[in-house]
């Protein structure tokens, strides 16, 4: 099954994000490893990661460098990640 997802340098921006977020809510598939570096990703994208990772807590390794995220977007992800 699919553990890993490298999209570094995709430059799709918060867009890049939509597939991946409904790949981590599917509780069928074992990602563990998601690598959105150099995305041109915002905050939006972000937000919508963020909900993605409620749901499912498989990924162990998230690599956000790189990206547009504001603090507003930093706070999201620590949020999330403290959980």
Known sequence: S???????????GD???????IGIR???????????RCNRLGDEGTEILCQALQ???SIVTLDLRSNEIT????????KILRR
């Open 71 to 78: 603090e507003n977007g930093a706070e999201l992800l620590a």
């Open 55 to 57: 749901l499912n807590c």
């Open 2 to 12: 699919l553990t890993t997802v490298d999209l570094t340098g995709n430059g799709q």
């Open 15 to 21: 867009c890049a994000v939509i597939g991946i977020a």
């Open 26 to 36: 599917n509780n069928k598939v074992n990602l563990t490893t998601v690598n959105l």
